[in-house]
């Protein structure tokens, strides 16, 4: 993961610990075939509310600590899976149900994960 990577993550981690994200994991991606991006970071929430204000929260937290917006945000009209897009990292914010269901960590299994302590 090249540095201009690592501090967008930092960041967006540190955002949705703030949101009180939970079972935060980033998953480096960048050494498999046919990766769409470099990075993965994958939340949780129990509520639909918390999903958006998380989504919210990473958004306003990368503009303000680094000035990247990201370029496509997709799922904030029911908030049960939101994707923001930022080029080499991909943002994954699920209502807990689902990210239960689509397991992504199983799918991207064989990328390096790290896990993050949620701040509640």
């Known amino acids: ?53 998380i989504a919210a929260g990473v958004e306003e937290g990368t503009v303000k600590e680094l000035g990247e917006k990201p370029w496509r945000v997709q799922g904030l009209d029911n908030a049960l899976w939101v994707a923001m897009d930022y080029g080499d990292v991909m943002v994954h914010v699920f209502q807990t149900e689902m990210r239960d269901f689509y397991r992504l960590e199983e799918l991207w299994a064989d990328a390096p994960a790290t896990e993050y302590t949620s701040e509640y």
């Open 1 to 53: 993961m090249n540095d201009k990577t690592r501090t967008l993550t930092d960041a967006i981690v540190r955002a949705m610990q703030d949101k009180k994200a939970a079972r935060i994991v980033s998953l480096d991606l960048g050494s498999l075939d046919g990766s769409i991006c470099d990075t993965f970071v994958i939340c949780n929430a129990d509520s639909t509310t918390q999903v958006a204000a």
